[in-house]
């Protein structure tokens, strides 16, 4: 069930990514694909969540929580580098950041799956 939820939320995120392209200015563009990554890696933490009961789940959780402050500050610092463009490298920063956990969790999604 949790498999088929993740399934269809992540068909509807192709829809809101074609309406991050329509939206034109590159900043609520940009915002637009953060938030669309953000849902995409929320729903296969969920999925994993779901598979998981006491100190693994509570290990997992604490783990995203340390990566995504490792991401804010990461990008934090990117952001710095670039102070004309901010807004964007940050956005740019934490898109890409998240794609890439994204498919870390998919990975691991995918071999509690296969067991």
Request: with cysteine.
């Amino acid at each position: 069930m949790k498999v088929l939820m993740l399934l269809l939320a992540l068909s509807s995120f192709s829809a809101f990514a074609i309406e991050c392209e329509d939206f034109g200015q590159q900043t609520r563009v940009q915002q637009c694909q953060m938030d669309r990554a953000d849902r995409i890696l929320t729903a296969t933490y969920n999925a994993i969540m779901g598979k998981l009961a006491g100190a693994e789940s509570t290990d997992f959780r604490a783990g995203q929580r340390l990566w995504n402050q490792m991401r804010d500050k990461h990008c934090s610092v990117e952001g710095r580098l670039f102070p004309a463009e901010i807004g964007i490298t940050v956005k740019t920063c934490k898109t890409r950041l998240a794609e890439s956990r994204n498919k870390e969790l998919e990975g691991l999604l995918a071999v509690m799956n296969a067991e």
